[in-house]
């Protein structure tokens, strides 16, 4: 495979960014196949932000022959009180549900590395973070906090100071070409780049789309100067925290066309629009898609790409509720796979309970 469609396997949807594309040209010219890790905390049931747009990435970096690593942070989701801050139980859950989440979706154990983050850190790890602690400033730091879902004035532990420093050493430690990530961790993704040249660690970084909640959409844009702006509508990205924004990755037929039923999907609108941005990122990636109506509402529609789909939409061609059934019965077929899964695997779902569905 040449290597500029290697380049153009990375840049496919979800991704919304390289920093910086030169560079990935050149560590495709170095190494034939590339270390990457994407790094995750543990916390309750995973969704399609977090599980399909990871599997349906690393599937792109497999072909275009990247080595990935699925990093499951036990200390970092310690440090972030998820499932209420039980370390025992994090590591339990990290190695035994969340791992088999990405499994369930096509990314077995040997195509991608699993590592839980502890059985790697020793003191050469913790040097490591505290030289980066002494190279940033505090107020670096907790700039960075917010990769951590927080706000600056949120940290509720002096941890949480040392957690970018963290993220950012398992960057180091793990020897990467490409870190992985949301565009929510491009700030800690900029800081580590900034320190990678002087440690002589150097790194691509590559942010993906953030799929927004089933009630509205908050995006991380970056800004001229690199640093990144919000840009507010109803609500933020999908998030367990609110379970009824989420789709899990194992939801029932019942359960997606009831949330995508009742999701924010206003006529004519496209901007903020969460039900077109799934099929966006998620179904139109590969394939069209068929829009069943009746005959007196104008008939099936057989929509190509994204860009047919928001031109119909906008101009009226295409109702809400339409568009809903399409993507509601697009979904459930594509999380298939996850749903059979699971019910031959009930053990792994059964680590979490109700109250890890927000943790």
């Not at 022959?65 to 990093?71: A, D, L, N």
């Not at 990678?196 to 691509?204: E, G, M, Q, V």
Request: net charge negative.
């Amino acid at each position: 495979m040449d290597i500029q469609t290697k380049i153009d396997l990375v840049k496919r949807k979800p991704t919304e960014e390289i920093v910086t594309e030169a560079d990935l040209q050149r560590i495709f010219e170095n190494y034939e196949h590339p270390l990457h890790y994407i790094g995750f905390e543990i916390s309750g049931m995973v969704h399609l932000g977090t599980g399909l747009c990871t599997a349906i990435k690393l599937k792109d970096f497999l072909q275009a022959g990247i080595k990935p690593t699925v990093f499951l942070a036990d200390y970092h989701s310690y440090i972030n009180e998820k499932l209420g801050g039980d370390l025992d139980k994090i590591r339990k859950v990290a190695k035994g549900y969340f791992k088999h989440a990405f499994v369930s979706l096509g990314l077995e154990d040997g195509r991608v590395d699993y590592v839980l983050a502890s059985d790697l850190y020793d003191n050469d790890y913790w040097k490591e973070v505290l030289k980066i602690t002494k190279d940033t400033t505090i107020n670096r730091m907790l700039r960075c906090i917010t990769i951590m879902g927080r706000k600056e004035s949120e940290a509720t532990s002096a941890a949480s100071i040392l957690y970018p420093a963290m993220q950012a050493a398992d960057i180091f430690m793990l020897d990467v070409q490409i870190a992985h990530a949301g565009m929510d961790q491009r700030k800690v993704h900029m800081l580590a780049r900034e320190l990678s040249h002087t440690y002589k660690r150097d790194f691509i970084a590559v942010h993906g789309h953030l799929l927004p909640g089933l009630q509205g959409a908050q995006r991380m844009n970056p800004d001229a100067k690199g640093e990144e702006k919000e840009t507010a509508s109803i609500d933020a990205k999908m998030s367990k925290s609110v379970p009824s924004s989420a789709i899990f990755i194992h939801d029932s037929v019942e359960e997606i066309n009831s949330k995508i039923k009742k999701a924010y999907c206003p006529e004519k609108t496209v901007e903020g629009n969460p039900v077109l941005e799934y099929a966006e990122y998620l179904v139109l990636r590969d394939k069209g898609m068929k829009i069943e109506r009746p005959q007196k509402f104008g008939g099936d529609l057989d929509i190509a790409d994204a860009a047919e789909l928001k031109t119909i939409y906008q101009e009226g061609q295409l109702h809400p509720m339409d568009l809903k059934g399409a993507v509601a019965r697009e979904l459930a077929e594509i999380l298939k796979p996850s749903r059979e899964y699971f019910a031959k695997n009930k053990e792994h779902l059964e680590q979490l309970n109700v109250k890890d569905v927000t943790r």
